[in-house]
Nanobody
């Protein structure tokens, strides 16, 4: 059974940075793609970034140039480096892999 655990969220001022982590267990992480989603209060969950097993990446237009998705297969962990954060980045961030969701980590950006 696959389990995903996110960490690294918190409160940060606009312009600051955070790095989210997604630790995976129970699956062969290296052969699966991974994605980060976010859900802001009152809004639908949206896809933020993806990374394939071959490390091909995609990004939501509004985070291009600010966010970087990466993975460390040896550690079964994925990451989302978030720089130049804006108030509109405030949301619960979820990772998804192997058809499984993590429980999310809250990112709050103060303006």
């Amino acid at each position: 059974q696959v389990q995903l655990v996110e960490s690294g969220g918190g409160l940060v001022q606009a312009g600051g940075s955070l790095r989210l982590s997604c630790a995976a267990s129970g699956s062969i992480f290296s052969i699966n793609s991974m994605a980060w989603y976010r859900q802001a209060p009152g809004k639908q969950r949206e896809l933020v970034a993806t990374i394939g097993s071959g490390s091909t990446t995609t990004y939501l237009d509004s985070v291009k140039g600010r966010f970087t998705i990466s993975r460390d297969n040896a550690k079964n962990t994925g990451y989302l480096q978030m720089n130049s954060l804006k108030a509109e980045d405030t949301a619960v961030y979820y990772c998804r892999s192997s058809g499984t969701w993590g429980k999310g980590t809250l990112v709050t950006v103060s303006s």
